[in-house]
């Protein structure tokens, strides 16, 4: 047997190796990914903050039962450059944004004219959200999950 077949049968070996190892550790990433079902962490290691959407009122755009997830700050309102836009009339432009602070998730009323709502309870200013909570703007509410 030659040289070059024993080096060719010894790289064509590790190489084998090497593709048996990575392909064992991604799946064994995608297995932790699919365990820990991808809802309850973000990356970050934060937890996971969310809107289900219990009535969608006049907007076509939104339906009852959808999950929207909030990781950064989202806008909501009239104007098309708000995060989610809510085809109301009782709803403002820029009617109220949530976000989350140091793994606590907060709702703010941007002065709307109808008011900003949660648990039935109109709010002023920034409120902090617990799960469960329902928020209402106009026709729209959504519950917050976790």
């Known amino acids: 047997m030659s040289f ?7 790289f064509g070996v590790i190489f084998i190796i090497i593709l048996y190892a990575i392909i064992y550790y991604s799946l064994k990433i995608m297995y932790k ?10 990356s970050t ?6 809107l289900e959407v ?6 076509k755009s939104l339906k009852i ?10 806008t909501l309102g009239r104007k098309e450059d708000n995060s989610i836009v809510l085809h109301d009339q009782f ?8 976000y989350v602070r140091n793994n606590e998730f907060f709702l703010e009323d941007l002065e709307s004219t109808n008011g900003t ?8 200013g920034r409120v902090r ?18």
């Open 129 to 146: 959200l617990k799960i469960e909570d329902e928020i209402r703007l106009g026709s729209t509410i959504f519950k917050v999950i976790d």
């Open 4 to 10: 070059t077949k024993l080096m060719s049968a010894v």
């Open 91 to 98: 709803v403002s432009g820029y009617h109220a944004k949530l």
């Open 45 to 50: 290691g934060r937890r996971a903050h969310g």
């Open 54 to 59: 219990l009535e969608s009122g006049e907007n």
């Open 33 to 42: 990914d699919v365990k820990g079902g991808g809802r309850k962490k973000v």
């Open 117 to 124: 709502f949660i648990n039935k309870q109109r709010i002023s």
């Open 65 to 74: 039962g959808s999950i929207i997830p909030v990781r950064t700050t989202i």
